[in-house]
Nanobody, 114 residues
Framework: QVQLAESGGGLVQPAGSLRLSCAAS????????MAWYRQAPGKQRELVAHITGGGVTNYADSVKGRFTISRDNAKKMVYLQMNNLLPEDTAVYYC????????WGLGTEVTVSS
């Protein structure tokens, strides 16, 4: 069974940075497009970024130039480097296969406030 475990969230001031990690217990991990999603209070879950097994990336317009998604196929890990954080980035962040392939993990909460 696939398990997804996010970590790295926390409290940060505007313009600060955080690096989120996702440990994915997925067989043949390198074959899956992995993604980060987020859900802010009062809003639906949205796709933030995704990355193919070969490292091709895509980002939501709201985070382009600020966030970087990466992966380590040997370690079955996905990362999200978040720079220049804004209050509107406040949300619970989740990883998953692109298209909500597996059960959601608990997510990791990011709060951006001054």
């Amino acid at each position: 069974q696939v398990q997804l475990a996010e970590s790295g969230g926390g409290l940060v001031q505007p313009a600060g940075s955080l690096r989120l990690s996702c440990a994915a217990s997925i067989s043949i991990f390198r074959l899956y497009i992995m993604a980060w999603y987020r859900q802010a209070p009062g809003k639906q879950r949205e796709l933030v970024a995704h990355i193919t097994g070969g490292g091709v990336t895509n980002y939501a317009d709201s985070v382009k130039g600020r966030f970087t998604i990466s992966r380590d196929n040997a370690k079955k890990m996905v990362y999200l480097q978040m720079n220049n954080l804004l209050p509107e980035d406040t949300a619970v962040y989740y990883c998953n296969g692109l298209g909500n392939k597996w059960d959601w993990g608990l997510g990791t909460e990011v709060t951006v406030s001054s």
